[in-house]
């Protein structure tokens, strides 16, 4: 799977909405993001691995421009 492409589908989504949702088999509550894109509304969960066994991490950081780095 090419993952740039991938991750690249939520360029220009607006995160409108957050929530950690419970599952029977996972080992963690699964952060989900509710974003509009385009005319549509989405979810993106964060998992710790492609199998869905629990809620993942992400590492938010502060964006650093080329021309600053």
């Known amino acids: 799977m ?5 991750y690249s589908q939520l360029i220009g989504a607006k995160v409108i909405g957050f929530r950690f949702e419970n599952d029977e088999y996972a080992l963690d509550p699964f952060p989900v993001f ?19 066994n629990g809620g993942g991490f992400a590492f938010i950081e502060e964006y650093q ?3 600053d780095a």
């Not at 090419?2 to 991938?6: N, S, T």
């Not at 509710?34 to 869905?52: C, K």
Request: negative net charge; hydrophobic residues 30%; glycine residues 12%.
């Open 65 to 67: 421009y080329a021309e």
């Open 34 to 52: 509710t974003l509009r894109l385009g005319g549509q509304t989405i979810e993106m969960s964060l998992s710790m691995d492609e199998e869905g």
């Open 2 to 6: 090419d993952m740039h492409k991938y």
